[in-house]
C-alpha cells in the first residue's frame, strides 16, 4: 500500500486523550500525573498498549522512558524520533506533552495501518520527568543526552523524599542509568508536537506554528544599594531610595527588551528593611531575558549592565542557558507537511523549553505548535479542540513523511 493511504484516525486520537486524561484527575479538576507517581507510572502503562497496538515494540530504559519503535526498510539508518511527556504539574492539564506523545503514536499508526514502512525506523519517546516537578525537570531526555545533575538526587522532592529515593521507589536503578544514554549521531532527526503555550495561533487563529528554535535564557541577580532613615522625617530631595532605583531599572528592563524584540521580566524584589515607615535601604531583585538570537541578548545585557552601573548596582548573571535553534531541514520538511496536509502554518520561536532542547544535544531537532485555548497551559483551564489536535497530528505525519525521504 502506499504512503497516500496513511491518514490519521483522528476519533481514535481524541479517545486516547481521553483517556489517559481519566487518570490523575484532581477532585476540583487538574492532573496530578507528577513524576514517578503511581498516576505517573499509570499513564504510562496505558500509553505503552496505545503503542503496541499502533504496531510498535515497546521497551522501557533504564531512566523509565518508553520506547516504542516501528522498524523502518533500512536497519542501517538511525530512527526519526517523535517525543514529549505525558507527567503534568500538579493540577496541570491534559495536552502539555500528552497531545505531542499521543500524536506520535497517531502517526505511527497510520503507518501502521497502510502497511507502510518508512526508510528510517519511527521512535515514538514518552520521556520521564520532564516537568521541574521532578528536581531540574527534563529527567528522561537529560539522562538520554548525558546532561543529568547526579547533585539534583539528593534534593527533596513533593512527597519528602529525595529524588534518589522517589526514583528507587519507581523502579530505577541509579547505578544503571547510564545505560540510557544515546550517542551523538543515533537519531537521524527528533520532532516534538506541543500545545503552543502564548496563545499567538489561537488568538490569530492559525493551525500550526512550526518552531525556528528555542529560546535561550539568562537570569541575573542585582542588589541596589540606597541609605535606610526615616520616612516621616526625610525631606524627598534628601533621599537615597534604593527602590526607586530599582523602580527605574524594572522600565528599563522593559525598554530594552521591547527594542531589541526579546522579552525581559523583573520577577522577583525584596526590599530591606521593608517597612511602612522606613526608605528601603537595599533591594535586591531577580529578573530574566529570553531571545533566540544570542547576540542580540548580549547587546541588551550589555545596555542593561551600563544601567545598573549608573545606578551603583551590582550585577550578576546566576544562570545562562543558550537558545536551540531548529535543523533548516526538518523545519522544510514541517512546512511541507503542513502545505501537504492543506494547513495554515506559521514559523514561530518556542519561548518554554522542551525535551528537544536535550535531543539537541545528540540530533537535529524542530517542533510543531498547535494552538491552545488562551495559550494557557500548566492550568486545569488547559484546552486544545479536538479538531486543533488532530490538525496537529496531520500535520505531524506528512511532515515526518517528508523528513523520511529528504534525508
Ligand atoms: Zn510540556
Known amino acids: 500500500m502506499a504512503l497516500e493511504t496513511c491518514t490519521i484516525d483522528g476519533d481514535r486520537l481524541n479517545f486516547e486523550l481521553a483517556e489517559l486524561g481519566k487518570i490523575g484527575l484532581g477532585e476540583e479538576g487538574g492532573y496530578y500525573r507528577e513524576a514517578f507517581s503511581q498516576a505517573d507510572m499509570d499513564g504510562r502503562a496505558l500509553v505503552e498498549v496505545y503503542m503496541k497496538e499502533a504496531g510498535m515494540a515497546v521497551t522501557r530504559d533504564a531512566a523509565l522512558n518508553s520506547v516504542g519503535r516501528y522498524e523502518g526498510q533500512d536497519e542501517s539508518l538511525p530512527p526519526i524520533v517523535i517525543g514529549s511527556h505525558t507527567d503534568t504539574v500538579p493540577r496541570g492539564g491534559n495536552y502539555d506533552g500528552a497531545l505531542g506523545v499521543l500524536s506520535g503514536i497517531a502517526v505511527v499508526r497510520a503507518l501502521f495501518l497502510a502497511g507502510v514502512r518508512l526508510k528510517h525506523a519511527v521512535e515514538i519517546i514518552n520521556f520521564t520527568g520532564e516537568e521541574a516537578v521532578a528536581p531540574g525537570g527534563t529527567f528522561g531526555s537529560r539522562v538520554m543526552t548525558k546532561h543529568f545533575n547526579e547533585e539534583l538526587l539528593e534534593q527533596t522532592v513533593y512527597t519528602g523524599d529525595t529524588f534518589r529515593e522517589h526514583l528507587e521507589k519507581a523502579g530505577v536503578i541509579i547505578e544503571k542509568l547510564a545505560a540510557a544514554e544515546r550517542l551523538q549521531g543515533s537519531a537521524a532527526g527528533y520532532v516534538e508536537l506541543h500545545i503552543e503555550q502564548g496563545g499567538i495561533l489561537d488568538e490569530e487563529n492559525i493551525s500550526i506554528g512550526v518552531v525556528s528554535g528555542i529560546v535561550g535564557f539568562r537570569r541575573y541577580r542585582l542588589v541596589f544599594p540606597g541609605t535606610a532613615n526615616h520616612a516621616g522625617t526625610t525631606p524627598m530631595d534628601k533621599r ?46 531577580t529578573f530574566e531575558m529570553r531571545g533566540l538570537d544570542d547576540s542580540v541578548i548580549d547587546a541588551a545585557q550589555k545596555e542593561l549592565k551600563s544601567s545598573a552601573d549608573e545606578l551603583k548596582a551590582s550585577f550578576d548573571k546566576y544562570s545562562h542557558k543558550p537558545s536551540v535553534i531548529s ?66 497530528a496531520r500535520a505531524l505525519l506528512h511532515g515526518i513523511i517528508e523528513l523520511d525521504k529528504q534525508i
Do not use: W
Open 240 to 285: 537615597d531610595d534604593a527602590l526607586i532605583k530599582a523602580a527605574r531599572f524594572t522600565l528599563a528592563v522593559k525598554e530594552t527588551a521591547e527594542r531589541h524584540g526579546i522579552v525581559g521580566t523583573v520577577g522577583t524584589l525584596q526590599v530591606d528593611p521593608g517597612a511602612p515607615n522606613v526608605i528601603p535601604g537595599s533591594v535586591e531583585i
Open 327 to 392: 535543523s533548516t531541514e526538518i523545519v522544510g520538511a514541517l512546512e511541507e507537511g503542513c502545505r501537504k496536509a492543506g494547513l495554515d502554518y506559521i514559523v514561530m520561536p518556542s519561548g518554554a523549553g522542551h525535551d528537544a532542547n536535550l535531543m539537541a544535544r545528540i540530533c537535529p531537532v524542530a517542533m510543531l505548535f498547535v494552538p491552545n485555548r488562551d495559550g494557557i497551559s500548566h492550568s486545569k483551564d488547559e484546552y486544545a479542540t479536538p479538531e486543533a489536535c488532530v490538525n496537529g
